[in-house]
């Protein structure tokens, strides 16, 4: 009797990419890109400093995005609702469901994001970095491009 034997992925984490996605210091790092692990999922690691900027309300068409808390705590707008999810707690997005997410001002926050399935988002978070490391920041407009080429609507008239 023969057995299927489909091959594992093994990504050390020296390995993976670390992009600075803005000028607070907060950081994504790519553990498994939807390309190297078969395109089923995509799992990033990010950090953030206590009261920062995470993502504006925005919405996603192609994939689902979690996050999983590893540290600190994360407030995530899903809707109109804040929650404020700690160690160990997950919150779930559905594809189009309008989400946020930042920090507090009393804890900064590691967690994980899974995209179901595994959009390209290491595009986005590479652009981030660019537009965190210029001179001058960008516009809202050429911001708001950008995040559309990658399956990103950004609300800006939202009412959070």
Excluded: K
Aim: hydrophobic share 40%; aromatic share 12%.
């Amino acid at each position: 009797m023969s057995f299927p034997e489909p091959g594992a992925v093994w990504r050390p984490r020296t390995d993976s990419e670390r992009a600075v996605t803005s000028r607070t210091g907060s950081w994504t790092r790519f553990a498994a890109p939807g390309d190297a692990v078969g395109g089923g999922f995509g799992l990033f690691e990010s950090w953030i400093p206590a009261d920062a900027p995470g993502a504006m309300p925005h919405y996603h068409s192609g994939f689902t995005e979690s996050f999983y808390v590893l540290s600190g705590r994360l407030r995530v707008l899903t809707g109109t609702e804040w929650t404020e999810a700690g160690e160990g707690d997950l919150v779930h997005v559905p594809a189009h469901g309008v989400h946020a997410f930042r920090t507090g001002p009393d804890s900064d926050a590691r967690f994980l994001i899974l995209f179901v399935p595994g959009a390209p988002r290491e595009r986005y978070f590479r652009g981030l970095a660019e537009f965190a490391a210029r001179a001058e920041p960008p516009s809202a407009e050429e911001v708001d491009a950008f995040a559309l080429s990658c399956d990103q609507v950004n609300l800006r008239e939202h009412p959070y």
